[in-house]
């Protein structure tokens, strides 16, 4: 077992009632935890009055995060399986494995005495999990070890990490880890460049999030331009694709409100999640359409600009066989159950080889986080017939005036709508296109 200086630092001196790493992605907080401090606390308090827990964000990230890895080293004869109850029997201890993102998760422990708890990805957390805990760690021998990455600098974490409880508290930068590959580390930093995610996940650092969300984009987005091609330029003046090489294409759709517009985004992959293409995108705003659309833009309305769109993304991207047409899917605002089953009957009628379906409406940040990495690992592309979706992603900026959370500015003056409809088309794909990145 190969461990870094930083984790046998912390090895030496996690020797208080809280003991926390705080720092950048793949800095090794979690492997010293999974690899030795984990089963080091449950067996040395082996046989004492209290519960073991382990608190994530849910059960799936416990799972994916801690027990995974420490059954790689420990075989899953001493690391098991969540059970019905919440209960992974570890290292000869029965351990509850518990969300913590919502209180009503921990219910079952509320009023029960703890030992020991580790956890996962503890910025994330409900606060109010976290001052359960704090009332739960009743024991003379109880301890908390866990993990995070930082935040904005007004989160109720960083306000328990430098307060004066007992505790111990280690930061990391990438820098930290020496196993990693130095080009995964340079790749990684190029991602993050010029954004709010370089501070945090590179750096460490608990920074507020503010200005231009796609800094990398609205400096140059003439960087990210592309042109779909059937033959290539012996010569090209950018960045080229043939139709062939799109091997999917999806169709997002955000419906506006009072202050925002209709907003359509169709999205292409090639091969294997390698690149994103957005394809063709358009807002459709009323007070625009007065000329055309009088009475103003109905369902029915609607329904006959958005079908538009799609023959549009047809022609241009799909085969000349409908049947085998590389339209595959839309994804429309979830919000708006009314419009959202009128367009899909109007897709289906008119399109009926293209699966109509509600968005996930995966978390925002995590959306922004996806798209921002893409956009710095050279993977995502944008053609000319993008107007909206270019002024979308250049004009995005974090709103300063909330302190608590970080929060794309939504006040109408930025086109919101445009963003959601391109994030809908790649939000069930984050994973696949994180893990591509990754390997590039």
Request: hydrophobic letters at 35%; charged letters at 30%.
């Amino acid at each position: 077992m190969r461990l870094s200086r930083k984790q046998n630092e912390y090895i030496l001196n996690a020797t208080h009632r809280w003991n926390i790493k705080s720092g950048a992605v793949r800095s090794g907080k979690s492997y010293v935890d999974t690899a030795y401090i984990i089963p080091k606390r449950l067996r040395t308090l082996h046989g004492k009055p209290g519960l073991n827990v382990i608190l994530g964000v849910s059960r799936e990230t416990i799972e994916r995060n801690v027990l995974q890895p420490m059954r790689e080293i420990y075989t899953p004869n001493l690391v098991g399986e969540i059970n019905s109850r919440n209960i992974a029997h570890v290292c000869g201890e029965d351990v509850y494995c518990l969300g913590a993102e919502k209180i009503s998760q921990v219910a079952k422990i509320q009023g029960s005495s703890i030992k020991y708890a580790y956890g996962d990805e503890v910025a994330k957390w409900n606060q109010d999990v976290f001052n359960m805990l704090k009332s739960r760690l009743d024991k003379p021998y109880s301890c908390f070890d866990g993990s995070c990455n930082p935040e904005h600098p007004t989160h109720w974490l960083k306000a328990f990490l430098d307060s004066d409880v007992d505790i111990y508290l280690q930061k990391y930068t990438i820098f930290d880890n020496p196993f990693l590959d130095p080009m995964f580390v340079e790749n990684l930093c190029k991602e993050y460049e010029g954004t709010i995610y370089y501070d945090r996940l590179i750096l460490g650092l608990w920074k507020r999030a503010e200005g231009a969300i796609y800094r990398k984009f609205a400096d140059n987005p003439e960087a990210f331009k592309c042109d779909i091609v059937d033959q290539r330029s012996r010569v090209p003046k950018r960045k080229e694709f043939l139709r062939g090489d799109i091997t999917s294409i999806e169709i997002g759709l955000d419906f506006g409100g009072n202050q925002s517009g209709h907003a359509f985004v169709a999205r292409g992959y090639t091969d294997d999640y390698r690149e994103v293409i957005a394809l063709k995108s358009r807002r459709i705003m009323a007070k625009d359409c007065v000329k055309d659309y009088p009475q103003g833009i109905d369902s029915n309305v609607l329904d006959d600009l958005f079908c538009d769109f799609v023959q549009e993304v047809i022609e241009d991207y799909g085969m000349s066989n409908y049947e085998y047409s590389n339209a595959e899917s839309v994804f429309w605002d979830n919000a708006e159950t009314v419009l959202g089953n009128s367009i899909r009957n109007a897709v289906e009628k008119r399109f009926p080889f293209i699966a109509v379906r509600p968005a996930r409406k995966a978390r925002v940040n995590d959306r922004i986080n996806c798209t921002v990495r893409l956009m710095g690992a050279g993977r995502f592309y944008m053609t000319d017939d993008c107007e909206s979706l270019q002024t979308a992603f250049t004009e995005a900026v974090w709103d300063k005036n909330m302190t608590g959370i970080d929060e794309r500015l939504d006040d109408g003056s930025t086109d919101i709508d445009s963003l959601d409809a391109f994030e809908y088309t790649i939000e069930r794909d984050i994973k696949y296109l994180i893990e591509e990145v990754r390997n590039v």
